[in-house]
Every structure is written in structure tokens, then in C-alpha cells.
């Protein structure tokens, strides 16, 4: 569920939005793991995808130097009525690779398909020299959202 946190050392929230959006699972031995962020979720046909496992199945990869996973619409989704309009997407990788090491979408894929199940391997990989960041190093998911939608649906 979302993670919620108060206490008199803990800061009030993010600007204009009181909710932390993480999403974490509170185990039996007390200790707490952050998920995800909630707006990363990508919902593939009525499963939850956590981008942030996706991802780290990526950087397990020889070859991977950065990685970032997306939702990306996904045709096979639309054409069923049963699944509401938000969970018609599947996800999509974005990666650079290592500096003068080569792989291709297939090698990428396959190590996927070795440790995560069907649902949660991205349809589509796209390979690029670098990830977009912001000033302060981070990945700007968002940019890559709008590359992932301006690749179309996925077939």
C-alpha cells in the first residue's frame, strides 16, 4: 500500500501534494521495502508492475550502463473491453550501454525472459547513447513517457 509517515521530525509533504506516492510492503519482521512510486506503477492488463523491479533485472545485465522502464500503450489492451482504460499498457525499456560494449534488444530480452515473468517483460526495448537526466543526475522518467507514447502502441 502507499507509504505514510508522520511524526514531529518528518516534513509535512511535497509541494502541493500532502501524499508521499510511495508504495512499500511492511514484512513480518518489521522491516519496511519501498516498492515503487505509486505514478510508476505500470498496470499491464490488470497486473501491477513495479518499475523499479523491471529495472533492476536490467542493470543485471553486462551490457547495461543506465535503465529506465515506462508505460507504453499497448494495442492488445485496447482491444479489450474488459480492461479499463488505464491498465491498457505494457512496459518499455530505455537503455545506454556501457562504453564500447555491444549488445542488441534480443540479448536484453532474453535476459529478461530468464527472471521475470511474461507480464512483466517489456514489449519494447529502445537503446540510446544516453538517458535524458536532470541537473542533479536523475532520470527524468517523464521525458521518457512521452518518447514511449510517440512510439506508438505496442503491436
Known sequence: GEFCIRGNMVFKG??????????????????IKIKDRAKDIIISGGENNSSLEVESILYRHPAVLEAA???QPDEQWSMCVCVP??????PCAFVSLKHGVRSNKEEILLSYR?????FMVPKSIVILTALDKTATGK??????CSK???LGSVK
Not at 139 to 144: A, S
Open 14 to 31: 511535497y509541494l502541493n501534494n500532502p501524499d508521499s506516492g510511495d508504495l512499500a510492503v511492511w514484512h513480518p519482521n518489521g522491516y
Open 69 to 71: 522502464v515506462v508505460a
Open 85 to 90: 482504460q488505464a491498465q491498457r499498457e505494457s
Open 114 to 118: 530468464q527472471h521475470l515473468p511474461k
Open 139 to 144: 532520470i527524468q522518467k517523464q521525458v521518457l
Open 148 to 150: 514511449a507514447r510517440a
